[in-house]
T-cell receptor, first 111, second 117 residues
Framework: DAKTTQPPSMDCAEGRAANLPCNHS???????VYWYRQIHSQGPQYIIH???NNETNEMASLIITEDRKSSTLILPHATLRDTAVYYC????????????FGSGTRLSIRP | GAVVSQHPSRVICKSGTSVKIECRSL??????MFWYRQFPKKSLMLMAT?????????EQGVEKDKFLINHASLTLSTLTVTSAHPEDSSFYIC?????????????FGPGTRLTVT
């Protein structure tokens, strides 16, 4: 599975958009980009995923570059409850495909 | 979304004893489940892949005789930490994908915090 690179930490003002970048330059054609987050002492929570098109759901938007070598997760109106570690992961779609976590980005939302 | 539960949520045991952690998919079936371990301020580390009806596949460096995995049904996988020692104290998390749905997300349990005294 391809490796991802994320900044170790970021901060954002409450109410503003939080843009979290991720590089995955070795992604292969059948690998999806997934984003999860982990709030302290809880299991990871699924946020969004995509293959090559931009995606949006009730939680976030995912922008994937045309060459698929990088992506950005956008939380449109960050709240204090969005403070968490955000993980960008690339993985093939299969019930048996492993999800390998990198070090993630620790996002702090300031009031 | 689908739900994965873990039991117990936290457990304290004495050094040398064994502890069993259960992982259940509550509203879907999963032929494959995954077990992770997380130390404080660290990322999740994949320990093993649990396969229903067959042997688990362990990641490099994970002792299969110490971390026994059993996946006896399509909704239950168990992790037993045998002869636990204080260094086994950690946050253990399981996950699973719904094999029947068209969704591609993997669901994680809430985790089990193990403390070995």
């Amino acid at each position: 599975d391809a490796k991802t690179t994320q900044p170790p930490s970021m901060d954002c003002a409450e109410g503003r958009a939080a843009n979290l970048p991720c590089n995955h330059s070795t992604i292969s054609g059948n690998e999806y980009v997934y984003w999860y987050r982990q709030i302290h002492s809880q299991g990871p929570q699924y946020i969004i995923h995509g293959l090559k098109n931009n995606e949006t759901n009730e939680m976030a938007s995912l922008i994937i570059t045309e060459d698929r070598k990088s992506s950005t997760l956008i939380l449109p109106h960050a709240t204090l409850r969005d403070t968490a570690v955000y993980y960008c992961i690339v993985s093939r779609y299969s019930s048996a495909s492993k999800i390998i976590f990198g070090s993630g980005t620790r996002l702090s939302i300031r009031p | 979304g689908a739900v994965v539960s873990q039991h117990p949520s936290r457990v304290i045991c004495k050094s040398g004893t064994s502890v069993k952690i259960e992982c259940r998919s509550l509203d879907f079936q999963a032929t494959t489940m995954f077990w992770y371990r997380q130390f404080p301020k660290k990322s999740l580390m994949l320990m093993a892949t649990s396969n229903e009806g067959s042997k688990a596949t362990y990641e490099q460096g994970v002792e299969k005789d110490k971390f026994l995995i059993n996946h006896a049904s399509l909704t239950l996988s168990t992790l037993t930490v045998t002869s636990a020692h204080p260094e086994d104290s950690s946050f253990y998390i399981c996950s699973a994908r719904d094999q029947s749905s068209s969704g591609e997300e993997q669901y994680f349990g809430p985790g089990t915090r193990l403390t070995v005294t």
